[in-house]
């Protein structure tokens, strides 16, 4: 296929995707300008990166290069953001903050098992504004293989992005299934559920879902009201100062109760799944090497 052609494709490809916006995901989540506003409190000048959290300790003592500013710098850019460029400046020295798990919500591959997660530090810087010592560290997958990782909502998602960037739209839609089968009608009940959901679980799965459907998957059709769910609970869990609560539970009347701090790391999932163009960018590139798979007239 020559270039033209290839270009023509990708046309195509983009103009079906706009035509479709009318059965788009309906998601009335979080207010925008709330999700930025946090992270930009959360920005310590010093390390020219974001620290973890507000209160809850250690992380509101913390600096996460990966996972939190990772995905902080390129949230922090959805939103328009001039703290954007100098999170990746400083990230630049941590080698870009990649931990071989969380780069696939920005477009990258990553390797073919999951390992439990560690940590390592870093270093160390005062912050003037807070008065206080943060510790910079960098989570760290190695060593110990998890074979359990099907177990994991998160996990699963992770899985099911590295395979649409390898273009294997059938094995991300079989993962997409088993994450949805975890959902219960208040959130994800996984292997990591303590009576407690995890809200950013809520945001992964409205990012698989726009991917999966801007790779022309039929299959996500039948947990359109799910997803829509998601993307309320999410809107019900951002607090007064923009951030997402990390947890939350449902009482017996069915109204949502946050539960603990809101952190960077969730508050940049919920940017990067509802409001950036990441997940529409992994189910093209899945939907184009499908095709160009495909055998000529076929």
Request: hydrophobic share 40%; proline share 3%; glycine share 12%.
């Given at each position: 296929m020559g270039v033209g052609q290839l270009l023509l494709l990708v046309a195509v490809l983009v103009a079906s995707l706009l035509q479709t916006g009318s059965g788009a995901l309906?998601?009335?989540?979080?207010?925008?300008?709330?999700?930025?506003?946090?992270?930009?409190?959360?920005?310590?000048?010093?390390?020219?990166l974001l620290r973890a959290a507000v209160a809850a300790y250690p992380d509101n003592a913390t600096i996460w290069v990966a996972s939190d500013n990772l995905l902080a710098a390129r949230a922090l850019l959805v939103l328009g953001s001039p703290l954007a460029g100098r999170v990746l400046e400083a990230l630049e020295g941590y080698g870009g903050g990649f931990d071989g798990a969380h780069e696939v919500l920005i477009g990258h591959?990553?390797?073919?098992?999951?390992?439990?997660?560690?940590?390592?530090?870093?270093?160390?810087?005062?912050?003037?504004?807070?008065?206080?010592?943060?510790?910079?560290?960098?989570?760290?997958?190695?060593?110990?293989?998890?074979?359990?990782?099907?177990?994991?909502?998160?996990?699963?998602?992770?899985?099911?992005?590295?395979?649409?960037?390898?273009?294997?739209?059938?094995?991300?839609?079989?993962?997409?299934?088993l994450l949805m089968g975890m959902w219960d009608g208040r959130?994800?009940?996984?292997?990591?559920?303590?009576g407690t959901y995890e809200s950013y679980k809520l945001a992964l799965a409205v990012y698989l879902h726009r991917a999966l459907a801007a790779a022309g998957s039929p299959v996500v059709e039948g947990y359109?009201?799910?997803?829509?769910?998601c993307c309320r609970l999410l809107g019900l869990l951002q607090r007064s100062d923009g951030g997402i609560a990390t947890h939350y539970r449902v009482d017996g009347g069915g109204a949502v109760v946050p539960v603990g701090d809101a952190n960077v790391e969730t508050t940049s999932i919920t940017v990067l799944a509802l409001y950036s163009a990441y997940p529409l960018a992994a189910g093209l590139r899945a939907r184009l090497l499908e095709l160009l798979q495909e055998p000529a007239g076929g």
């Open positions: 309906v998601c009335y989540g979080p207010r925008v300008d709330g999700l930025r506003s946090f992270l930009e409190a959360q920005y310590v000048p010093e390390a020219g591959r990553i390797p073919g098992v999951f390992y439990e997660a560690g940590e390592v530090v870093l270093g160390e810087v005062y912050s003037r504004s807070l008065g206080a010592v943060l510790v910079v560290k960098r989570e760290l997958h190695c060593c110990r293989v998890m074979e359990d990782w099907g177990r994991y909502a998160d996990l699963v998602v992770y899985r099911a992005l590295d395979r649409l960037l390898a273009g294997d739209i059938a094995g991300a839609e079989r993962l997409y299934e959130g994800f009940r996984d292997a990591a559920f303590d359109r009201g799910a997803v829509e769910e």
